[in-house]
């Protein structure tokens, strides 16, 4: 059983940087796609950011730029830069293992999620 706790939320302004963090509880933490999910009120989750076993990353349009994904041992990261009002919303990290080179970017193919972090950018 997979366990992901996320962490880091907060509030901040617009163009602070804020970084959030998932402890990944699982011995094959190595064969795993990682991502971080995003959803604001009123809106459907999206993906933000995937990073697959071998390091290989892909970020959202909205994004790309602004914020990189990383893994260091047990610990998945999201650096948020240029934070923007837009980026206001809960944060997820995912997991699924996955022995590929591609991640799956729809949440529906991630099993095992954390528990959520409020991000909130103010203008």
């Known amino acids: 059983q997979v366990q992901l706790v996320d962490s880091g939320g907060g509030s901040v302004q617009t163009g602070g940087s804020l970084r959030l963090s998932c402890d990944v509880s699982?011995?094959?933490?190595?064969?795993?796609?990682v991502a971080w999910f995003r959803q604001a009120p009123g809106k459907e989750r999206e993906g933000v950011a995937t990073?697959?076993?071998?390091?290989g990353t892909t970020y959202a349009d909205s994004v790309k730029g602004r914020f990189a994904i990383s893994r260091d041992k047990s610990t998945l990261y999201l650096q948020m830069n240029s934070l923007k009002p837009e980026d206001t919303a809960t944060y997820y990290c995912?997991?699924?293992?996955?022995?590929?080179?591609?991640?799956?970017?729809?949440?529906?193919?991630?099993?095992?999620w954390g528990q959520g972090t409020q991000v909130t950018v103010s203008s």
């Open positions: 990073r697959n076993r071998y390091g």
């Open positions: 995912a997991s699924v293992v996955n022995y590929g080179t591609m991640c799956p970017a729809g949440q529906v193919d991630y099993p095992y």
């Open positions: 699982i011995d094959t933490v190595n064969n795993l796609c």
